[in-house]
């Protein structure tokens, strides 16, 4: 059977509230050739970001979302969810809380990339907490998303070594480079077991 035919792509969105340089490379990767999955929305909840100029470069459609009142901007996302089709949502730097309800709504179908070595470091300034408590390695997480800050099921984890005289912004660079390796692979394991 040809390879388009009985094959629809997974549907995804990406929340994003920076760089979005995980979100580039997800995009890199829906665009391969047997990709099981597409990106069908990119949720941002500020405007002046960096992530959202690849939204523009690759035509994706793209929502920002004003957070002011959280009951109100989950009520838009969800909307916006149902709206596109989509099927799966991947967080990548998304700076603000989902609440319990969002979750239940999308229960199972939302993962996140942390940059640390989960359980270890969950919450902010992750490689900086490493290197002051002398650990030898940091590393990424993707995991699922549920009612507790990045405490869901691990999906696939990389460690990357503290280097001495390693700083956060040295070391967070490095672990850039491994998320990027380490979330499409994620996905797909995600996707498999859809
Ligand atoms: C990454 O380090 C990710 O692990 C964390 O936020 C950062 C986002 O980077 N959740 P980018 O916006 O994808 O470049």
Redesign the pocket.
Known sequence: MPKSIGFKKINVAVF?S??????KNLIKYSLKENSKFKIGLVISNKSNIK?LNYAKKFKIEKKIINYFNIKKAEKDVLNQLKKNKIDLVCL??FMKILSINFIKNFNGKIIN???SLLPKYKGLNTHQRAIDNKEKYSG?TVHYVNSKIDSGKIILQKKVKILKNDTSKRL?RRV?KY?HLIYPKALNKVLSNL
């Not at 920076?18 to 979100?23: E, V």
């Open positions: 994003i920076g760089n979005g340089s995980n979100f992530g990548a730097g990339i942390h940059p990424c967070s850039l998320e």
